[in-house]
């Protein structure tokens, strides 16, 4: 895997943008309308520049999947973080969903804790890669990654179908939240 840089964007978007786009939280959150699709492309390219700033972008060696790490506890206001976050309200989520926004962030916060953490905001595969290995290796450059900061990864997924694949690395449910849908928190330990 390689680090992405702001000359990957394009890529990062279009492949998070296919994986995610019947995605419940992730449409939970924005405006349903004729616009969906560059709304879900609007919120991938956000998920993209906060995580250059607060985290990690990943891609993998063959360029057909990507992953987005933050860390919670670098984040920060910044005049950029803030720009990006009017540019996500007006553009993606709305007015009216700013409140709903705001109580799953906080929520998120809430059962997440204090401690140090890797967040996998998201991972996604190209279909051209899907099922050939391209996602679990990706996860697992991820993982060694966050052990080399001793830093246990953290992941919260809406899609029941990805449990097994998620525990198959070793991350366990802590918690589940009804927002709607399905909410499972997953926690993956440091391994000693």
Known sequence: MRRATKSDRQLVVKILSQSFDKNPSVNHVIIQ???RR?????LMEYSFYVCLLFGEVFISDDSLACALVIYPDKKRPTLRSVLLNANLIFKCIGIRNIKKTLDREA???KVRGKEKMSCLWFIGVAAEGQHKGTGSNLL????ANSTDK???????TSNEQNLPWYKK????IY???DLG?????LKRNIEK
């Open 169 to 172: 690395f070793g991350f366990n």
């Open 38 to 42: 560059k709304r879900i492309q609007l």
């Open 107 to 109: 929520l998120l916060k």
């Open 181 to 185: 849908h399905t909410l499972y928190f």
């Open 33 to 35: 309308d004729h616009l």
């Open 175 to 177: 918690a589940e939240k």
């Open 150 to 156: 001793g830093r246990p990864v953290y992941l919260e």
């Open 140 to 143: 697992q450059s991820v993982i």
